[in-house]
């Protein structure tokens, strides 16, 4: 009780200029430790820190029990710990990095680094994905937003071609050498295609999600972009951002989330002029 006395006389004697610093150090703190935790949560990270919990019982319980051999062979064991934590964490650590470069993305937004899709680009993309989706025909779709895809498109085979829905339609096409892989997109131009990406581990995705799903949620998970994703078994279109997956309805849904994340416009918000007639004679064409 009277440290918390102290403490709050110590709090009522400090400036005005002080408080806000510690206000800041305090909100800063909080932010890395919900960041960790989003991390960890759902991944075989959670598991390592729950058996290093586990040594940590064990080691103290032999000391208290006077297990002298077990408690000798694990204070043994305690010096090697910052070695294994660092080679068992060190994708995590490398995620958890790539993950402090997204905070540059509000200021590539402010800039105007994030090129704008033209409203032509997403119903291309729209009529395209619809029409796989039909014929249950497979495809991976990155779309680069802040995060460079440079890397990526690197591994694949260069295209440089506009976007356009027969072109889509052919890459992915069961017969092309370039289906089996992803595509890139940088604005309205399709950079590459056959890409390979890094898989998920995550434990959150369901054991029914396949490789092509997994590779769109793992790409999410440390560059920011958008993958459209067509199930080669169920014909249905998926959205995967920022390390989630999710399943949309129809392609007007696709329509919604690609104008609302590529062209910076609301949900269900209507295209402007002539791109909004071209939008509606390309919905009717699809339904």
Not at 58 to 80: C, F, V
Not at 225 to 247: F, K, N, P, Q, Y
Request: proline share 2%.
């Amino acid at each position: 009780m009277e440290d918390l006395i102290r403490q709050y006389n110590t709090i009522r004697q400090m400036s005005a200029g002080e408080i806000l610093v510690s206000s800041v150090d305090i909100l800063l703190v909080s932010y890395l430790i919900y960041r960790l935790l989003l991390l960890v949560r759902g991944t075989r990270t959670w598991r390592i820190i729950m058996g290093i919990i586990g040594f940590l019982l064990i080691l103290g319980l032999s000391a208290k029990l006077h297990l002298n051999t077990l408690h000798y062979i694990l204070d043994r064991a305690t010096p090697l710990g910052p070695v294994a934590l660092v080679i068992l964490f060190l994708p995590e650590m490398r995620q958890a990095l790539e993950g402090f470069g997204k905070l540059g993305s509000f200021t590539n937004r402010l800039g105007g680094i994030e090129e704008i899709a033209e409203a032509r680009t997403v119903e291309e993309l729209v009529a395209a994905m619809a029409e796989l989706a039909s014929q249950s025909i497979g495809a991976l779709v990155v779309i680069q937003r802040t995060s460079s895809l440079d890397e990526i498109a690197s591994n694949g085979v260069a295209l440089n071609a506009r976007v356009s829905a027969p072109l889509l339609g052919a890459i992915f096409y069961e017969g092309n050498p370039l289906h089996d892989g992803a595509v890139i997109i940088k604005g309205d131009t399709i950079v590459a295609g056959a890409c390979r990406l890094p898989l998920s581990e995550s434990q959150r995705l369901d054991q029914n999600v396949h490789m092509r799903h997994r590779a769109a949620v793992g790409v999410t998970e440390s560059l920011d972009c958008l993958v459209v994703v067509v199930s080669e078994e169920r014909g249905t279109i998926s959205v995967a951002m920022d390390g989630r997956l999710r399943r949309l309805n129809s392609h007007i849904e696709l329509r919604e989330i690609l104008n609302s994340q590529l062209r910076q416009q609301n949900d269900g918000k209507r295209l402007n002029g002539k791109d909004a007639s071209k939008s509606s004679r390309r919905t009717i064409k699809l339904r």
